[in-house]
C-alpha cells in the first residue's frame, strides 16, 4: 500500500482528523483555499511525526521576547512543583496554582506578562502547530474534583475512579509486578510545565514540542488516559524500546488495550505504544 492509500484510510477514523483539512490555516485564525494534498505534503507529515524531535522549515517558534520569558515561567512551574509535590502537581487547577504562587514567596506571583503569555498559548487552535487532537480542558479554569480521583499506591500518579482505575486494576492485575503506571492524571498547570518546558528545551520551537506532547488543553490525560512501563526500565518506557518489553509484548498478545497514537496516525504526534486510550 502506497503512503497516500495509506492516510486516506487512516483518514476514515472519526476520531483522526485528517492532517490536510479542507482547509488550511494561517497563524491568524483565518481559513484560506484549500490546497491539493501531494505526496510532499504526505511524507513531509509522515517524516515530522516519525521524527518529532528534528527542526522543519514551517515549525512555528516563538520570537526572542516571548523565547525569554518562557524561561522564567518554567522555573516558575518548577518552584510550584517542588512547593506542592509530585502527586498534587498532576491534579491542581490553573486557579488554585496562581493561589499557591501568591501566597508563597518561594514560589513567586505569576507576572501579568506571564498570564498573558499562557493564555496565548492555552487559547491558540493547536492545530497551527501541526497537533489535529481535540481539545480536553474546555475552561481554563477547569478543576478536577477530589472525590473522583484515586491515588494509586507506589506510583505518586492518580486516576480517575470508575474506567480509568478499572482498566489499569485490570492489566495490574494481569502482568502484577512489572508494570508501573508512569503518569497518571495530568491536569491543566501540569500539561503546561510539561509542554512549555519541552518548547524551552528546543529554543521555543511550538511545533516541535507538539510532535511529542499535547498543547495544554489537548492531552487525553486530563480526561481519563493514563501510561504504563516496564519495571526497571525507566526512561526507555517512553520511546520505542517500550514495544521490547515483556509488559508491550503482553499486552498486545492479549489484545485489550487500545493505543491513543498509533504508528502514523493523523494526530500529528508520534508513536506511543505506551499510552492507554480509554
Do not use: C
Not at 520570537?63 to 510550584?80: P, S, W, Y
Not at 496565548?120 to 479554569?141: C, H, P, Q, S, W
Not at 509542554?195 to 492531552?219: I, T
Amino acid at each position: 500500500m502506497d503512503v497516500s492509500a495509506a492516510l486516506h484510510l487512516l483518514a476514515t477514523d472519526q476520531e483522526k482528523n485528517p492532517v490536510l483539512p479542507t482547509q488550511d490555516v494561517h497563524l491568524s485564525g483565518l481559513p484560506v483555499p484549500a490546497q491539493k494534498i501531494t505526496d510532499d505534503k504526505i511524507k513531509d507529515y509522515l517524516s515530522k511525526i516519525r521524527h518529532p524531535d528534528i527542526l522543519h522549515p514551517t515549525d512555528i517558534i516563538l520570537a526572542e521576547k516571548d523565547n525569554q520569558l518562557l524561561v522564567t515561567i518554567v522555573a516558575r512551574f518548577q518552584r510550584l512543583y517542588k512547593n506542592i509535590g509530585y502527586g498534587n502537581f498532576g491534579v491542581v487547577s490553573f486557579d488554585n496554582a496562581l493561589k499557591i504562587a501568591r501566597d508563597y514567596p518561594i514560589v513567586g506571583e505569576f507576572t501579568p506578562a506571564e498570564l498573558e503569555f499562557l493564555e496565548m498559548i492555552y487559547y491558540r487552535n493547536a492545530r497551527d502547530y501541526g497537533f489535529y487532537g481535540e481539545k480536553r480542558v474546555v475552561k481554563l479554569t477547569q478543576h478536577i474534583n477530589k472525590k473522583d480521583i484515586y491515588k494509586v499506591p507506589y506510583s505518586g500518579n492518580y486516576l480517575f475512579k470508575g474506567s480509568s482505575f478499572a482498566k489499569y486494576e485490570e492489566i495490574k492485575k494481569d502482568l502484577g509486578e512489572e508494570v508501573l503506571l508512569t503518569s497518571g492524571i495530568r491536569g491543566l498547570v501540569k500539561q503546561f510545565y510539561l509542554y512549555l518546558n519541552k518548547v524551552a528545551r528546543h529554543d521555543g520551537n511550538l511545533s516541535l514540542a507538539s510532535r511529542s506532547l499535547a498543547p495544554p488543553g489537548y492531552s487525553y490525560h486530563a480526561t481519563g488516559d493514563f501510561d504504563i512501563g516496564q519495571a526497571g526500565f525507566g526512561n526507555n518506557n517512553f520511546s520505542e524500546k517500550f514495544i521490547g518489553t515483556p509488559v508491550f509484548q503482553k499486552l498486545a498478545a492479549q489484545g485489550y488495550v487500545e493505543y491513543r497514537y498509533q504508528r502514523d496516525n493523523m494526530l500529528g504526534v508520534r508513536y506511543e505504544p505506551w499510552h492507554v486510550k480509554l
